[in-house]
């Protein structure tokens, strides 16, 4: 087995897991995305995490605050064209100091199939940056824990907001034809 | 006749008891609230439309030995309609959401919302919609007898929780509370202790 294969063997969905569970989140809100659909698994299979499936993702900025609120840890999955809809929920985040945690799964920038991706996906980085956001970017499934790591420290320990982008070329292409 | 929209606040909140959380909407309802008496279980908020009824579900999801109420007006229950459903998916025992319903925009000058035309049929009917988001006891509250049937309830709180309060189109003067995000929400969690 080469290096190479051993790096791709690793199953990243279950290391942000395991990261959930040593940070002790105990709600996760959630849009669906492909990208996500493992961890998403497993946290509707855990009894000590509240799932929480989202109509909108600025309704996880809001859930995340009231959980802060309430002494608990929360954390929030969404595509990249998520983002674009937290905007103005985000000034919550950052008046009030509230931790918040985003894992951004990446479309529109790799072999994308589907153009009407590339608008939002092509502006999540300077979008974070105006928000005041920290960014961790995993590119490869060996990156994805640390970093997972590190943005749950950042997020917290300073009680600040964090995402995680998961970049397209780690979930893979979007098979269109079956 | 219609009520009054402080009155209603002041009933729903009399001896309130340590264990209700309170999450206003931004506008009206929060300058409400603050009138009512300030307590340090109140997360009054300036901002985030559309936001209060999420923040109540992370809250009552959080807290499950206390009470959690979010009183918001009609325009930020509309902003944020989605969250009746989560909440109708979730529904958590501890939780009531009461809209404070005036059919117009009072903060910015009085501009009919959607719901303003419910009663001839032309406007958005919120008990409908959280009714067909699956929150079971949906209350319909339009006068002091209903508004003393609602504080009842929210005293034995026991089941997720949805009412609509027709109140009168006015203006009371602005009472503002505390502002600061960061020490609203540290006093707070100080107070519930986590």
Redesign the interface.
Known sequence: MSGQAVVQDIDWPERLYQTFKRAGI??VGYVPDAGHAKLIDRCRADPEI?D?????E???????????????R?ALLMQSSGLGNCI??L??AR????PLLMLITMRGEWEEFNPWQEPMGSIVEPVLKLCEAEIYRARKPDEVEGLAERAVQTVFGGERIAALLLSQELIGKKVWTK | MKLERRAAMATLLADRGDDLLVVPGLGSTCWDLAAAGDNDRNFYLWGAMGGAAMIGLGLALAQPGKRVAVITGDGEMLMGLGALGTIGIQRPANLAVIVFDNGVYGETGMQPSHTHGRADRTGVDLLKVAAGCGIDLCLDVADEAGLADLAGRLKGLNGTLFARVAIEAAEPPRVLPERDGVVLKQRFRAAIGV
Not at chain 1, 52 to 56: A, E, G, M, S
Not at chain 1, 95 to 98: A, I, K, L, P, Q
């Open positions: 105990r709600q509240r929480v499936v989202l109509t909108t600025e309704e996880g900025v809001a859930l995340a605050a009231g959980a802060w609120l309430g002494g608990e929360a103005n929920m000034s919550l008046s009030c100091r509230f």
